[in-house]
């Protein structure tokens, strides 16, 4: 499952290379066939990501809201699109444009010479703008966004008794976290994931909410999640690496890299909760 970083990513790149173009739309799987016909032919004006969420906005107030889910992927071609989403392979100078799809393509977006192939999303539909305001509005605080309001989603915390550690998942509540920034950013704040929402203080949300704008915005521009300052990695100089990028995420019966002990391992929300039950006791 793409955490919010690699959604915006994907924005981005929508942004880059097709907006102020005219798209081809098409269903080469067939399954998008209606919804594709709506696209074809308009103008690709506006790419968004809210959460877990992209809003492609075109001509004549229609937007593609496509959520990727876990198996979902964009491959991409042309220039411009080099390590965003799942590439093919390089075209060749002679080959022919465009490619024939690849598996089951759900949508194909074509502006010029640069090609997007969307298959196995969770979600891949044509709204109004009425219908895309009516949805976002019911999703949470998105850190990447510039109208986020940290504040409204501490409204929603701090009147839970849930523990921070599910409520962090809750993407009606903070849009874009998975898995890896929840367990991360609950270490970096050494807070208890199982406190129950409605102890978190509002000082420690707004530093922890600064702290998580920090990491997402560095996922943004590196597409790749590194929370782990230098001085706590195995290595000290250079990019981290492997194991190297993660407090607790994904190391599970590992040392800590703070204080030794034995990172552990819980089911919560549905996924792993990796936690240092040592360090993380405020
Ligand atoms: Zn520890």
Redesign the pocket.
């Given at each position: 499952m793409p955490e919010g970083h690699s959604v915006h990513r994907l924005a981005r790149a929508f942004s880059r290379c097709f907006a102020g173009k005219v798209v081809d739309a098409s269903s080469p799987q067939g399954r998008f066939g209606a919804g594709a016909a709506l696209l074809d032919g308009r103008v690709l004006l506006a790419a968004e990501a809210h959460g877990k969420q992209m809003f492609l906005g075109f001509s004549g107030d229609l937007w593609l809201r496509v959520h990727l889910g876990l198996y979902g992927m964009w491959r991409f071609q042309g220039s411009g699109l080099e390590g965003i989403g799942r590439r093919r392979h390089p075209l060749a100078e002679e080959a022919e444009f465009p490619p024939l799809p690849r598996g089951l393509v759900r949508l194909r977006l074509v502006a010029g010479r640069h090609l997007a192939d969307l298959s196995g999303p969770t979600a891949c539909e044509v709204l109004s703008t009425m219908e895309k305001h009516a949805f976002t509005r019911r999703m949470g605080e998105d850190p990447l966004r510039p109208d986020a309001d940290p504040a409204r989603a501490y409204v929603r915390l701090h009147a839970s008794r849930s523990a921070i550690g599910l409520l962090l998942m809750r993407q009606d509540i903070i849009a874009g976290i998975g898995n890896i920034y929840r367990a991360e950013m609950l270490f970096r704040a050494r807070l208890e994931p199982h406190r129950p929402g409605r102890e978190l203080a509002l000082d420690a949300w707004r530093a922890m909410w600064a702290d998580l704008v920090g990491l997402m915005e560095h996922g943004v521009r590196t597409g790749r999640i590194v929370t782990t300052e230098p001085q706590d990695r195995s290595r000290r100089s250079g990019p981290a690496q492997g194991e190297d990028a993660s407090y607790v995420a994904h190391r599970a019966g590992r040392p800590?890299r703070?204080?030794g002990?034995a990172v552990l391992a819980e089911a919560m929300a549905g996924r792993t909760l990796y936690w240092?039950a040592?360090?993380q006791v405020l």
């Open positions: 800590c703070i204080c002990n240092c040592h360090c």
